[in-house]
């Protein structure tokens, strides 16, 4: 076996290091190029909203219109193509690791519980299975005898006025005196929110909401009646956080509004945009509203918010949250969180030695919109405050 003497240098180490740093390089700058893209892809179409919204001459209009369009489906390509990589990427890494062994059945038999068995029909589960039919028979016919009571499918509507009922998940066929008509409804509806406005019980509205759109569902009901209910709804579970229950009515929305039935639409889009970018998925989202919609000041403004978020641009966040319409606001304080904390790190390291105006401070952190205390936001971070200068020590 040949010695290496102290100068010789090994060749093949590296350069396949070099290698390896070469090809490491050459993704990062795919990478910041393709982010560089996309962040000017998105300036490029923010100018053109802006031009659209200033210009007054209807052919200019179509024609920035038009051109939004093209960005618009160069963004939604873009997307696509890095979406289906992401997803071959995370495909493969999961085949690789989940790699299990064969199991051994060769000492396992035919019976009920073997891999690939079929349970034996034997006399006894003949019996139970006959005793399973007719259960469900007796479920689906109770009530069937009498016409009046029970619910006429696709065409038919309730005949009970209570404007208050319990929500009960439907175990058999709904009964014509338990389900209430579109014009009931819509008096439920007045007195669900006129109740909200005085006493805020979130657990009686909840309840109600959840009523009256089961009402409407059973009996096929899809018009403004329903679209007012599902934002309805929406919007008081926005305000008790209630995102389970947010996510279902915006799903729902999402689903009439393709349908044609007007309401809020541009709203509500809004609220996903923010909801998404809470997600980390805003910018994919944008890429499929229509271009109607991106001119509405309530998409501008989500859009925006969106943008400070990526870019870590809390002084814009700040004077855009507050500037947040209607339930903007409830959807922006999942964002805080992070977005504090980026304005606590720029502003200790911008001002490192010298202290910070508390006043400041409370400005760019939001805090007196959200009510938030400052001093119990500052000691989370870990940083100390001068009480009798009112600054925040930054050394």
Not at 137 to 165: H, P
Not at 170 to 192: C, D, E, G, M, Y
Request: glycine letters at 6%; aromatic letters at 6%.
């Amino acid at each position: 076996m040949l010695k290496r003497t102290v100068g010789e240098k090994d060749e093949k180490g590296p350069s396949e290091k070099k290698k390896k740093q070469q090809v490491i390089g050459e993704s990062c700058v795919k990478s910041s190029q393709g982010q560089d893209n996309e962040d000017a892809m998105e300036e490029l179409m923010l100018k053109i909203m802006a031009k659209i919204s200033k210009s007054k001459n209807p052919a200019k209009k179509a024609v920035l219109e038009a051109k939004l369009s093209k960005v618009l489906e160069a963004f939604r390509i873009q997307a696509v193509a890095k979406a289906t990589s992401t997803a071959n990427v995370k495909k493969a890494k999961a085949q690789q690791v989940l790699q299990f062994k064969p199991r051994n059945t060769s000492g396992l038999g035919a019976g009920p519980l073997s891999v690939g068995g079929v349970i034996p029909i034997t006399v006894q589960e003949k019996e139970r299975r006959q005793q399973r039919q007719l259960r469900f028979k007796s479920t689906t016919s109770e009530g069937g005898d009498n016409d009046e009571d029970e619910l006429v499918r696709n065409s038919g509507q309730g005949t009970c006025e209570a404007l208050e009922k319990e929500y009960l998940r439907l175990t058999s066929l709904p009964r014509a005196n338990t389900v209430r008509p579109p014009h009931i409804l819509r008096l439920a509806l007045s007195l669900v929110k006129a109740k909200w406005q005085q006493h805020s019980d979130y657990t009686y509205a909840c309840e109600q909401l959840k009523s009256i759109r089961q009402d409407l569902t059973v009996q096929h009901v899809r018009d403004p009646l329903t679209v007012d209910a599902y934002e309805t709804h929406a919007r008081i579970a926005l305000e008790e956080s209630d995102v389970a229950e947010f996510r279902q009515c915006q799903g729902v929305l999402k689903q009439l509004y393709l349908e044609g039935i007007p309401g809020n639409q541009e709203e509500f889009e809004a609220y996903g945009l923010l909801f998404a970018q809470s997600t980390g998925k805003g910018r994919i989202l944008a890429y499929e509203l229509p271009v109607e919609s991106l001119q509405h000041q309530f998409v501008a403004h989500a859009l925006s918010v969106c943008r400070a978020c990526r870019l870590g641009d809390f002084h814009s966040f700040a004077k855009l949250y507050q500037t947040a319409p209607r339930m903007s606001p409830y959807l922006m304080d999942r964002l805080l969180p992070r977005m504090r904390a980026w304005a606590l790190k720029a502003m200790v390291t911008a001002y490192r030695p010298t202290s910070v105006p508390l006043s400041h401070v409370s400005v760019e952190l939001c805090l007196e919109q959200d009510g938030a205390d400052l001093f119990s936001v500052l000691q989370n971070a870990g940083l100390s405050v001068d009480l009798k200068l009112g600054v925040l020590e930054t050394r």
